[in-house]
């Protein structure tokens, strides 16, 4: 079955503790994403990246790092530097053609508490 | 960051009825597409728009990309419980490589 997997589905953390969410895709796409959703609300973009070995600031990268060594894995890493770090994480890819097919699919999530 | 708006933002509708929602924007994108999110998982892609003026069709719903580029639309027709959950759009301009999203619309169909 080719798709998204995020592991694990639910995440416990102390505070203060950096954590790891990890991505994997098995649809040979080029970009990768990942998004933070607070209860209620929309998405918010933490970083993507669009090749291997290269990364981007979304809106809200301060206090996640991620690396993109490989092309089919990203994953995040939740620092202890993030004031509120509790939330949905969702990690999306897309084959960012530049004729079509710009669908962007996203993995099950990783519901990350931090106590 | 950005964000896309997207009306209604909630609506209570009984069991089949139809459904509109759409979804504006202040920049021009060439690729909408339409989400729903179910509690607790990731959105699943329900359709993908690549053209001004294109409808296209996906069993009950159907989704318009903008004349001006600027908006989209999705319609549900004849909703069942199920359709239960949160719809966002999104648009990309494809010079970015970044996705914006709608605020989200909730949906609640009552049987």
């Known amino acids: 079955d080719g798709g998204i997997t995020q592991s694990p589905k639910y995440l416990f953390r102390k505070e203060g503790q950096n954590v790891t969410l990890s991505c994997e895709q098995n649809?040979?796409?080029?970009?990768m994403y990942w998004y933070r959703q607070d209860p209620g609300q929309g998405l918010r973009l933490i970083y993507y990246?669009?090749?291997?070995?290269?990364?981007q600031k979304g809106d809200i990268a301060e206090g996640y790092s991620v690396s993109r060594e490989k092309k089919e894995s990203f994953p995040l890493t939740v620092t202890s530097a993030q004031k509120n770090p509790t939330a949905f994480y969702l990690c999306?890819?897309?084959?960012?053609?530049?004729?079509?097919?710009?669908?962007?699919?996203f993995g099950p999530g990783t519901r990350l508490t931090v106590l | 960051g950005q964000q896309l708006n997207q009306s209604p933002q909630s609506m209570f509708i009984q069991e089949g009825e139809d459904v509109s929602m759409n979804c504006t924007s202040s920049?021009?994108?060439?690729?909408w597409l339409w989400y729903k999110q179910d509690p607790g998982e990731g959105p699943v892609l329900l359709i993908a728009?690549?053209?001004?003026?294109e409808l296209t069709s996906n069993g009950r719903l159907t989704a318009q990309f903008g004349i001006t580029r600027k908006d989209s639309f999705l319609n549900i027709s004849a909703s069942i419980p199920s359709d239960v959950g949160i719809y966002f759009c999104?648009?990309?301009?494809?010079?970015?490589?970044?996705?914006?999203f709608g605020t989200g619309t909730r949906l609640k169909v009552l049987a």
């Open positions: 999306a890819s897309s084959m960012l053609s530049l004729a079509s097919y710009n669908e962007q699919f």
């Open positions: 649809l040979n796409h080029d970009a």
């Open positions: 990246s669009q090749i291997v070995n290269d990364f």
């Open positions: 920049s021009i994108f060439n690729t």
């Open positions: 728009l690549y053209k001004a003026g």
């Open positions: 999104a648009g990309l301009n494809s010079g970015t490589y970044k996705y914006i």
